[in-house]
């Protein structure tokens, strides 16, 4: 997202709303992208977002290949530049790639010479992700700038709230962060948003509401004592979503945990767009390969 | 024979004066300093005229903290190449620290060390032992042994003592052997899985941070055992402006502490990470501007007594990969004059006090030789060109490895010749001492 201008992501999301329109047709294909390869490299596990490209890329009719960390040869010892050379040799237009390691793309973007797509690197960036959040918001609300969101949960470890703050602040909303302190990353304040710890001052008056997920693998007893303790200080409820702003929208990358980092009848509640957000997620993944293949060769997305 | 160094300026930091000298070399020692013009040689005496005009002559620098990988990692360096890198970047001894493999805990591992350094037969090579067997903390080497052997002093360098209890008991065993002990400062609870520095620029990039108290931490600590006990410390590779303000205050109060630096903590900082360059990958990591700042000021009110290099050597298969998974270090031997000559011009030191911290210094810590020129002592020297400018070239490290942020930048000082017991173990292409 640090590398995309502000007309970039408008010709994305302006793209993303016009191949809308393909996934309510009947037949959700057409030819566009027939011939073109697209390599689906995900060294960490992912359902969602790995579907959600493999989606795109077909409604495209670009043909796909995908590769995970359990059957490539990653497990055998082979290093990422390895792996980036054979993948070249293959001769791909466009490699997606999902990383445990922050700033793997890069590296993998230097060995080869067709355009890479960070489908989430680390606890660096997911800019698909912040890409599918802003058009999302932008649908729902008409506008981003002078718009008010808030992040809630782990901020530190969360490459979306990476992704999402640098495009938010893009695009002129304002961006508040919020949650335990040992989830709030050390000069917060230089991303450029306001930290306010607690979720229920932080939620006063806001348009937007983001929730990240609770990785339960992450914390080892040290952010937080238990995913108890969390849902009650830190979850979003009936109660906290009160101060919001009548119209606010609620908004979750998914997979949620239901009733940690948000209630039930929240996630599938009237201000809940999260089932939104996925079926966006498509829409701006099949505007990025659009705008990749069509463009010139080496064009990356970070 | 005799070697005659004529026309050079001689810079001693044991003098603290810069005057035009020419040395007389006999039998590997300095037999005189000599105004110009004094030394006339008659016609059957053999003599190598080395023509120094326009040129400093420094005592031979002195690295206390390098990797030399041997035994056990020889792809990286070996004794042979890292002394070829230390004689190319001036360094006429250099003290090896002992996270080998297997680590320099034993006699048998000391000598082999003096032994391939013998083989090399170009620098001083001293080992530095380690502290605790197999730098586990938990018993101490035997440091009588040791020092027998041939290590001028202790470190868990890299794996650093954890043991508060065992830290106490080493400084005080040490001082029976006049060995000093070294540490390596670094909370691991604390930067466990860190990769650079805890700041901004982590936040940004979402690597995970080491914080500066995790060395301020330990530096802390170091010092109030050398208050318990009496007994000295040497403060490894200082980065951060916390650090140096205890170890100021600790000397102030008479606490005896002596603390070194290396060149990329006072050349670099953090923002040097971005674009995920595994190059500016080390600990302790770059810290920020203010850090830098600080250790420039330590170094010229003299907190902080050596430059020392941290000579780290390591293959592309240990860089050439993801930032979180590359190993920490850099290489250092053939960069650190030339960033400590840019102190000089920046003001921040005198060219006398940035030799003593590359010479003097370190060896008066280690009780070593060298460190100084004078008549009946070692030639141990080096002949510096301070104007020479060049770029820093991949392919042009002597050492194995060529891990360096530096690649791609301009320098300006540069060694033309390296000597040691008389006998050049470095010339430059661009030097021509006319014979
Ligand atoms: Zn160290």
């Known amino acids: ?302 | 024979m005799i070697t005659w160094i004529k026309g050079g300026e001689l810079v001693d930091p044991r003098k603290g004066e810069k005057k035009k000298l020419d040395i007389v070399i006999k039998r590997g020692k300095i037999e005189g300093l000599l105004p110009p013009g004094e030394f006339n040689p008659t016609n059957d005496m053999d003599v190598k005229i080395i023509d120094a005009s326009g040129m400093i002559i420094t005592p031979g620098l002195i690295d206390m903290h390098v990797h030399f990988r041997e035994p056990g990692e020889e792809y990286k360096e070996t004794i042979a190449t890292g002394s070829q890198a230390a004689a190319t970047g001036g360094f006429t001894a250099v003290a090896c620290m002992p996270n080998t493999s297997p680590i320099n805990d034993s006699r048998s591992v000391t000598e082999f060390i003096l032994e391939r350094a013998r083989k090399a037969n170009l620098i001083r090579v001293y080992p530095v032992a380690a502290i605790s067997m197999g730098s586990r903390s938990e018993l101490l080497t035997e440091f009588g042994d040791l020092k027998q052997a041939g290590a001028v002093a202790v470190s868990d360098d890299g794996r650093p003592v954890t043991n508060s209890e065992l830290m106490r008991r080493a400084l005080e065993y040490a001082w029976f052997f006049n060995l000093p002990v070294i540490s390596h400062c670094q909370d691991f609870d604390l930067s466990n899985n860190g990769v650079m520095h805890e700041g901004a620029i982590s936040t940004q990039l979402g690597l995970q941070g080491i914080p500066a108290a995790s060395e301020e931490i330990m530096v802390a600590r170091e010092i109030l055992l050398a208050k318990l006990t009496g007994y000295p410390v040497h403060i490894a590779h200082v980065s951060t402006e916390g650090s140096v303000k205890f170890i100021r205050q600790a000397k102030e109060e008479g606490i005896p502490v002596t603390a070194e630096t290396a060149p990329h903590y006072f050349s670099l900082d953090h923002t040097a990470v971005i674009g995920f360059d595994t190059n500016a990958k080390m600990y302790p990591p770059l810290r920020e501007p203010k850090d830098a700042e600080a250790i420039k000021r330590g170094l010229s009110e003299g907190v902080i007594d050596v430059i020392a290099t941290d000579h780290a050597p390591h293959s592309e298969i240990e860089k050439d990969v993801e930032f979180d998974k590359a190993a920490f270090g850099i290489i250092g031997l053939e960069t650190a004059l030339p960033l400590t000559l840019a102190l000089v011009r920046e003001g921040v030191v005198d060219l006398s006090t940035a030799i003593a911290k590359l010479s003097y210094n370190p060896a008066s810590i280690l009780s070593i030789k060298g460190g100084t020129l004078e008549e009946g002592k070692e030639a141990d020297l080096t002949i510096i060109d301070l104007n020479n400018e060049y770029v820093i070239e991949k392919d042009s490290f002597k050492s194995k490895s060529h891990n360096s942020p530096f690649i791609g930048q301009k320098m300006k000082g540069k060694a033309m010749l390296t000597m040691v017991g008389g006998r050049i173990v470095w010339e430059s292409d661009e030097f021509n001492p006319r014979s």
């Open chain 1, 1 to 302: 997202m640090d590398q995309l201008s502000v007309s970039d992501i408008n010709l994305i999301l302006d793209t993303a709303d016009s191949l809308m329109e393909i996934s309510s047709r009947d037949i959700k294909k057409v030819p566009t992208l027939r011939g073109k390869s697209i390599v689906n490299f995900f060294y960490e596990p992912s359902t969602r977002t790995k579907a959600s490209f493999e989606m795109a890329a077909k409604r495209l009719s670009a043909d796909t290949l995908s590769l995970s960390a359990t059957d490539s040869s990653m497990v055998k010892g082979e290093t990422l530049i390895d792996t980036a050379r054979n993948l070249q040799a293959m001769n791909p237009d466009i490699i997606i790639i999902r990383h445990s390691s922050s700033g793997a793309p890069h590296l993998l973007a230097r060995y080869v010479d067709s355009g890479v797509i960070n489908a989430g690197d680390g606890t660096h960036e997911h800019p698909t992700q912040a890409l599918l959040d802003l058009f999302t918001i932008r649908k729902k609300k008409g506008r981003i700038k002078g718009l008010r969101v808030v992040i809630i949960g782990d901020i530190a470890h969360s490459r979306v709230a990476r992704s999402d703050i640098i495009g938010l602040r893009k695009m002129g909303a304002e961006v508040t962060i919020s949650g335990p302190p040992t989830m709030i990353p050390v000069d917060a304040e230089s991303l450029g948003v306001k930290v306010v710890l607690d979720p229920a001052k932080a939620l006063k008056n806001k348009d937007v509401i983001m929730m990240l997920r609770i990785q339960l693998e992450r914390q080892k007893g040290i952010l937080f004592p238990s995913l108890r303790e969390y849902s009650i200080f830190f979850g979003l409820n009936q109660d906290l979503i009160k101060v919001a702003k009548k119209d606010v929208i609620i908004m979750h990358p998914g997979p949620i945990n239901r009733g940690v980092e948000i209630t039930g009848d929240l996630a599938d509640g009237p201000f809940s767009v999260i089932l939104d957000q996925v079926s966006n997620g498509v829409a701006i993944r099949m505007a990025l390969l659009y705008l990749l293949i069509g463009g010139s060769k080496g064009d990356n997305l970070d």
